[in-house]
C-alpha cells in the first residue's frame, strides 16, 4: 500500500535511508539505524540502533507508525513485537544487482508518490556509471581484493554475490576471491594470488589506525600490494551497500585502478 501523507517511517538498513533521501522523501522520515550514514543529514533523524539489533523500546519512543525493514534487520522477535503493537512492518529485499537495484529505487518511488524522482534517479545513476573503454587483446585485467577484516582473527574478503564484487565488475577490476559472499581466506592463498590493488572500507581502515597503519598490518606482510600501499580507502557505506552513490563508488575504483595498476 502507498505511504500515506501522516505515515511516519523508521528505516532500517543503509541502503533504504539513502534512497528515502535521495528521492526527496525524508520528511516522512523520523528516525534511522546506525548503518544509514548517507547522506549526512540522515544523522539528525532519532536512532532506533543497528538493523540486525534493532531496540523496539527505541523505536516505540520514536512515535514510527511504520519501520521500513531492509532483508537482514531484526532479531525477529524484535519486528514480531513492533507488529504487535500496531507498527506497520515492512520488508525489503537487498538489491543484488543494477537492474534489482533500480526496481527497488522504482518501488519506493511508487510507495512515497515520487515516481518521476525516482525515474531521474534512475537515469542519473545510469549516466554516472563509467563507459569502459575496450581491453586490449591479451591484456590481463586488473585484480583486486576487497578486506573486510586483516587482524589475529584472520583475513576476510568479498567473494560473489557481494556489493564490492559488483563494483569491481564495473570497473574493470578481477575480482581474485571466487567463493560466496564475505569469507575467510589463508596465507597460502594470499601468497600464491597477489592482487594489483586493496580496496577496503574506512571503518577498517581507522580501526588499524589510518592508512600506513593498515598496509604495515603483519596480516598482510604476504601481499605486494599492500608493501606498495596500493590501496583504496572508500567509504562504507558506498562500497559495502546499493546506495544513490554507486555511480561516484565505481568511478573512484576505476580511477584508482588507472592511477596504481600501469
Not at 537492474?99 to 511508487?110: C, D, H, S
Amino acid at each position: 500500500m502507498p505511504a500515506q501523507a501522516t505515515e511516519q517511517i523508521a528505516s532500517a538498513g543503509g541502503t533504504l535511508t539513502d534512497i528515502i533521501f535521495a528521492l526527496g522523501a525524508e520528511d516522512k522520515l523520523v528516525a534511522v539505524d546506525t548503518s544509514s550514514t548517507s547522506p549526512a543529514a540522515a544523522a539528525s533523524k532519532a536512532s532506533i540502533g543497528y538493523y540486525r539489533s534493532l531496540s523496539a523500546e527505541a523505536l516505540i519512543a520514536t512515535g514510527a507508525t511504520s519501520l521500513w525493514a531492509l532483508e537482514g534487520s531484526g532479531p525477529e522477535a524484535t519486528l514480531t513485537q513492533l507488529a504487535n503493537t500496531g507498527i506497520t512492518v515492512k520488508r525489503f529485499s537487498k538489491p543484488r544487482d543494477l537492474p534489482e537495484f533500480y526496481q527497488f529505487i522504482a518501488k519506493l518511488g511508487q510507495l512515497l508518490h515520487k515516481d518521476e524522482a525516482a525515474e531521474a534517479l534512475i537515469s542519473q545513476i545510469k549516466q554516472s556509471l563509467p563507459e569502459l573503454p575496450a581491453e586490449q587483446a591479451g591484456a590481463k585485467p586488473a585484480s583486486a581484493l576487497f578486506i573486510l577484516q586483516a587482524s589475529s582473527r584472520g583475513i576476510v574478503v568479498a567473494g560473489d554475490d557481494t556489493v564490492p564484487a559488483l563494483l569491481f565488475s564495473h570497473s574493470a577490476i578481477q575480482n581474485l576471491a571466487k567463493h560466496s559472499g564475505f569469507k575467510p581466506i589463508s596465507a597460502e592463498f594470499l601468497l600464491l594470488n597477489q592482487p594489483d590493488l586493496l580496496v577496503v572500507p574506512d571503518h577498517v581502515a581507522q580501526s588499524a589506525g589510518g592508512l600506513s597503519a593498515f598496509c604495515q598490518l603483519p596480516e598482510l606482510r604476504l601481499l605486494q600490494a599492500a608493501k606498495d600501499c596500493r590501496v583504496l580507502v572508500m567509504d562504507s557505506l558506498m562500497s559495502m551497500g546499493m546506495t544513490s552513490r554507486i555511480g561516484e563508488a565505481v568511478q573512484q575504483l576505476y580511477q584508482f585502478r588507472q592511477h596504481a595498476v600501469r
